[in-house]
């Protein structure tokens, strides 16, 4: 038999699981306000920073509604998008920074 979750854990996973999704929503919506009053190579960074999130947005609504062996794929690549997408933008402001510091590559 497998393992039956009693009514409030359900509950409190639900509640959890919403939080989250709207914290990553609201995350989306203030990228984009940043996205559109910042410079060419800062804006490419949050660009990138901004398509990670939508990974992780995505990924979240997945979890959210995992019933399959399907889902748990799409939602562990949607988990990797997400993790490269972030690491590319980490990058990028990091190769910025140092360019305003003055550092050589």
């Known amino acids: 038999m497998g393992y039956k979750k009693n009514k409030n854990m359900q509950y409190l996973e639900i509640i959890l699981q919403s939080i989250?999704?709207?914290?990553?929503?609201?995350?989306?919506?203030f990228t984009l306000g940043i996205i559109w009053r910042v410079e060419m190579r800062l804006d490419l960074a949050y660009k990138v920073f901004f398509c990670a999130l939508v990974f992780l947005?995505?990924?979240?609504?997945?979890?959210?509604?995992?019933?399959?062996?399907?889902?748990?794929?799409?939602?562990q690549v949607l988990n990797i998008l997400f993790s490269t997408f972030l690491l590319l933008g980490i990058w990028l402001m990091r190769d910025l920074m140092r360019d305003i510091d003055g550092e050589k590559k």
Not at 61 to 74: A, G, K, N, W, Y
């Open 57 to 75: 947005f995505l990924s979240k609504l997945t979890e959210f509604f995992v019933e399959s062996d399907l889902l748990i794929m799409i939602e």
């Open 20 to 29: 989250s999704i709207i914290m990553v929503a609201l995350t989306i919506v």
